[in-house]
């Protein structure tokens, strides 16, 4: 690219021994499972509240979604429309669909039924699996996108036994599960090695700005941006990783699901955000790595009891998607012990393109009196453009 930033100068901010380019241990988003699966089957993998699996147990549940996914009538290509909170059911479901070839399509539960049946008309999957708190809303989205006969698998928060009440919703009355009869078993499940470049998550934005648009992520996007950040925020198999973002959105799929794999790492969930439960996560599993939006940080800074001694654990925590005030940086190092650090990425980028730099002061707009989102993480090219899309000088308004 021939213009300022061609030559990357934000790599000299860079800490020393850093890769300028990083190299990817994983083509795909499989190959990082099968290798955490391999290497550490007895290690934890999801902590969800009382309950522990290893990888070696997401690897056996998944196979058994993947058998019911197939008996549905589930093919390498398909949608499978995954509508849940944090569960460790969600991510053995997304799991099953790299299994069996299919796409998983994250979806949020808290839609209702008319912004949930525009993703799926425009989505079509093949099947959708729900938690069953909200089948009626499911089956009613279904319907209005012409897509009644879909048909869907249910799940509870509460299927890995006691949960705090805290968090999950009421146990649901009416349990309703596949007629998936006759259909392959474990035993027989395909092991599909996808190709880099195959669809490995289809996410829809929020659609804040317009109607909700779906963007195609490969598998070895996925794959590099979950290793990429992983890298940036010092995660290893020893580190533990906080779940505060929800999986069906692209901080919480790329930042915990995902590098979790990738790290072959322990991800903890607590259904969804609660600032008194993720306190008692927090003094439980000690986390040391999370991502979460400054208004969860906010909140948990405010909990009754929440103490720097609490939050000590944590060497690496990020927040995006808002502009980062510098006096709740300030508050959260003075009450917590937090050093935050801000990043900045879409759906579309597969999650941060940009990140501050660990340990390094972060810059202050002299006009907004906002943190600066960091510099680009490994890998990335960027500028500031235009309204032609041209680069503007240093020091002038222009677009990201």
Same mark, same amino acid.
């Given at each position: 690219?021939?213009?300022?930033?061609?030559?990357?100068?934000?790599?000299?901010?860079?800490?020393?021994?850093?890769?300028?380019?990083?190299?990817?241990?994983?083509?795909?988003?499989?190959?990082?499972?099968?290798?955490?699966?391999?290497?550490?089957?007895? !290690?934890? @993998?999801?902590?969800?509240?009382?309950?522990?699996?290893?990888?070696?147990?997401?690897?056996?549940?998944?196979?058994?979604?993947?058998?019911?996914?197939?008996?549905?009538?589930?093919?390498?290509?398909?949608?499978?429309?995954?509508?849940?909170?944090?569960?460790?059911?969600?991510?053995?479901?997304?799991?099953?669909?790299?299994?069996?070839?299919?796409?998983?399509?994250?979806?949020?539960?808290?839609?209702?039924?008319?912004?949930?049946?525009?993703?799926?008309?425009?989505?079509?999957?093949?099947?959708?699996?729900?938690?069953?708190?909200?089948?009626?809303?499911?089956?009613?989205?279904?319907?209005?996108?012409?897509?009644?006969?879909?048909?869907?698998?249910?799940?509870?928060?509460?299927?890995?036994?006691?949960?705090?009440?805290?968090?999950?919703?009421?146990?649901?009355?009416?349990?309703?599960?596949?007629?998936?009869?006759?259909?392959?078993?474990?035993?027989?499940?395909? !092991?599909?090695?996808?190709?880099?470049?195959?669809?490995?998550?289809?996410?829809?934005?929020?659609?804040?700005?317009?109607?909700?648009?779906?963007?195609?992520?490969?598998? &070895?996007?996925?794959?590099?941006?979950?290793?990429?950040?992983?890298?940036?925020?010092?995660?290893?198999?020893?580190?533990?990783?906080?779940?505060?973002?929800?999986? @069906?959105?692209?901080?919480? @799929?790329?930042?915990?699901?995902?590098?979790?794999?990738?790290?072959?790492?322990?991800?903890?969930?607590?259904?969804?955000?609660?600032?008194?439960?993720?306190?008692?996560?927090?003094?439980?599993?000690?986390?040391?790595?999370?991502?979460?939006?400054?208004?969860?940080?906010?909140?948990?800074?405010?909990?009754?009891?929440?103490? &720097?001694?609490?939050?000590?654990?944590?060497?690496?925590? @990020?927040?995006?998607?808002?502009?980062?005030?510098?006096?709740?940086?300030?508050?959260? !190092?003075?009450?917590?012990?937090?050093?935050?650090?801000?990043?900045?990425?879409?759906?579309?980028?597969?999650?941060?393109?940009?990140?501050?730099?660990?340990?390094? !002061?972060?810059?202050?707009?002299?006009?907004?009196?906002?943190?600066?989102?960091?510099?680009?993480?490994?890998?990335?090219?960027?500028?500031?453009?235009?309204?032609?899309?041209?680069?503007?000088?240093?020091?002038?308004?222009?677009?990201?």
């Amino acid at each position: 690219m021939n213009h300022p930033y061609a030559q990357r100068p934000w790599l000299d901010r860079y800490p020393e021994g850093w890769p300028r380019d990083l190299t990817p241990r994983f083509a795909d988003m499989m190959s990082a499972f099968s290798a955490a699966v391999s290497q550490a089957p007895d !290690r934890i @993998f999801l902590r969800y509240f009382a309950w522990s699996g290893t990888f070696a147990d997401a690897d056996a549940g998944s196979d058994a979604l993947a058998a019911a996914f197939l008996a549905e009538g589930v093919a390498a290509g398909d949608r499978v429309s995954i509508i849940g909170q944090n569960t460790p059911n969600f991510a053995e479901a997304i799991i099953a669909c790299w299994k069996v070839g299919a796409v998983p399509v994250p979806c949020n539960p808290m839609y209702r039924a008319g912004e949930l049946s525009r993703i799926l008309a425009d989505a079509t999957p093949t099947l959708c699996y729900s938690e069953e708190q909200v089948l009626g809303t499911v089956r009613e989205a279904l319907a209005k996108a012409d897509l009644a006969e879909v048909p869907v698998i249910a799940f509870s928060a509460w299927d890995r036994g006691d949960g705090d009440e805290r968090a999950l919703p009421p146990r649901a009355i009416e349990e309703v599960r596949s007629n998936a009869g006759g259909g392959p078993t474990v035993s027989t499940v395909p !092991r599909y090695s996808p190709h880099p470049e195959n669809l490995g998550l289809l996410l829809y934005t929020s659609g804040t700005t317009g109607m909700p648009k779906g963007v195609m992520l490969s598998h &070895q996007s996925i794959a590099f941006n979950a290793q990429a950040m992983g890298e940036w925020g010092g995660v290893g198999p020893e580190s533990i990783v906080l779940g505060v973002a929800p999986l @069906f959105h692209i901080t919480g @799929f790329v930042s915990h699901l995902c590098l979790a794999i990738v790290a072959a790492a322990k991800l903890v969930l607590t259904y969804r955000f609660q600032p008194d439960v993720i306190l008692d996560a927090i003094r439980r599993e000690r986390p040391t790595y999370t991502v979460a939006a400054i208004t969860a940080f906010n909140a948990l800074m405010n909990a009754p009891g929440a103490t &720097q001694r609490d939050f000590s654990s944590l060497t690496a925590t @990020f927040s995006g998607g808002a502009a980062i005030p510098p006096s709740i940086v300030t508050d959260l !190092r003075d009450v917590l012990g937090i050093d935050l650090r801000p990043c900045y990425g879409m759906t579309e980028t597969c999650s941060p393109t940009h990140a501050a730099v660990p340990g390094a !002061r972060i810059p202050i707009d002299r006009e907004t009196g906002a943190l600066s989102i960091g510099v680009p993480t490994f890998s990335t090219e960027a500028f500031v453009a235009d309204d032609n899309g041209h680069p503007v000088p240093l020091g002038r308004h222009g677009e990201l």
